[in-house]
């Protein structure tokens, strides 16, 4: 049931008596028998591996197992990281808090749906404006899921010579069947736009029909994230192809404010005016928020003190408005 990589790991780590890398690849073996439609044997390999923590007191390590490093080819298109990030770091509105925590319930109980001939949300598009959490989005499911968070480098994907950008679409595709994980093609629009704008290449249309291909095809046990700042400009045939569509926008006045509060948690703010600031926060992302708590918080700290007042956020709200319109 395992693949040959997880029985390599699984052999190496008891080799090296790494109890906590044994259990990790166990647990994915479990996953991998889940997807299988074998959902009673995921679930005593499940049981297997909580009675041998209990009883050994071992504790299976956080993060994902190291076995799913990119090599060969595959390491100038996937950048492979391990994020910590969890949702309860993300400032979001119920209802996408909702849509995100489906994501997460349905990835967890699969073996629930499989036994009924259904399948978890897999493939998902996010839309919205820059700074507004899709790629944050990403790396919680990364951190939730225990997965490893894959990055698609557009710069070694994409290239003049015909049908090579395809092929390396397949080695991607044939790596989320290999290695489960979370795969981000972020700026998606880069391969993503309609196929009939009149400035288009013949490559660029090949490259999304492939694509488009390629993401009907599988059946891997990876989930697909594309993100886009420009929705408008991608092929209609796309939306789709994705099993959720979520749509993001910049931080309402409630949200702002918790954010603001969230990121200076640590900090003393009993004196600033939050109407003030919030009237100053207007029109700017969740990332442009967090980057300007974090000057008020370092200005204070380089002035020898916890106190965040109301002026250096205002300044550094303007700086962060300066250069989002420059």
């Given amino acids: 049931m395992a693949t040959a990589e997880q029985i390599k790991a699984l052999i ?39 009675e041998a923590k209990s009883s050994a007191g071992t504790k299976c390590r956080k993060g994902p197992v190291p076995i799913a490093t990119p090599r060969g080819e595959l390491s100038e298109l996937l950048a492979a990281s391990y994020p910590q990030a969890k949702l309860a770091d993300m400032v979001l509105t119920d209802a996408l808090l909702r849509r995100v925590t489906r ?7 699969q ?25 944050m989005t990403a790396s919680a499911l990364s951190g939730e899921l225990k997965l490893p968070l894959f990055v698609i480098q ?21 790596a989320m069947e290999q290695t489960a994980g979370i795969y981000l093609f972020d700026e998606f629009d880069a391969i993503g736009s309609e196929r009939a704008i009149p400035n288009d290449v013949g490559e660029m249309r090949r490259i999304l029909t492939s694509f488009l291909q390629l993401l009907d095809q599988d059946r891997s046990n990876s989930l697909i994230v594309a993100t ?48 003030c600031i919030l ?24 002035s020898g003190t916890v106190v965040v007042t109301t002026g250096r956020l205002l300044s550094a709200l303007e700086e962060r408005r300066s250069v989002v319109h420059r």
Avoid at 22 to 43: K, N, S
Avoid at 103 to 109: D, H
Avoid at 126 to 131: A, S
Wanted: with cysteine.
């Fill in 228 to 275: 886009t700042n420009h929705g408008e400009v991608l092929d209609r045939a796309l939306f789709r192809r994705f099993d959720d569509v979520i749509e993001y926008q910049h931080p309402t006045r409630d949200l702002a404010q918790t954010m603001f509060k969230n990121s200076l948690a640590a900090f003393d703010t009993t004196d600033v005016d939050w109407k």
């Fill in 154 to 174: 557009l710069d070694g994907l994409i290239t003049k010579f015909m049908g090579e950008t395809a092929a390396k679409l397949r080695l991607i595709f044939g």
């Fill in 12 to 50: 190496k780590s008891y080799i090296e008596e790494d109890d906590a890398r044994f259990c990790a690849v166990a647990m994915q073996v479990a996953a991998h028998a889940a997807r299988q439609g074998h959902g009673r044997l995921a679930d005593e390999l499940r049981t297997l591996v909580d």
């Fill in 279 to 302: 009237d100053a926060a207007g029109g700017l992302s969740y990332a442009d928020l967090v980057r300007a708590c974090e000057d008020a918080a370092k200005e204070s700290i380089l």
């Fill in 103 to 109: 994501i997460l319930r349905e990835y967890r109980q």
């Fill in 111 to 135: 073996h629930k749906l499989h036994a009924h001939g259904l399948s978890p949300r897999r493939k998902f598009l996010l839309m919205g404006p820059p700074g507004s959490g899709k790629t």
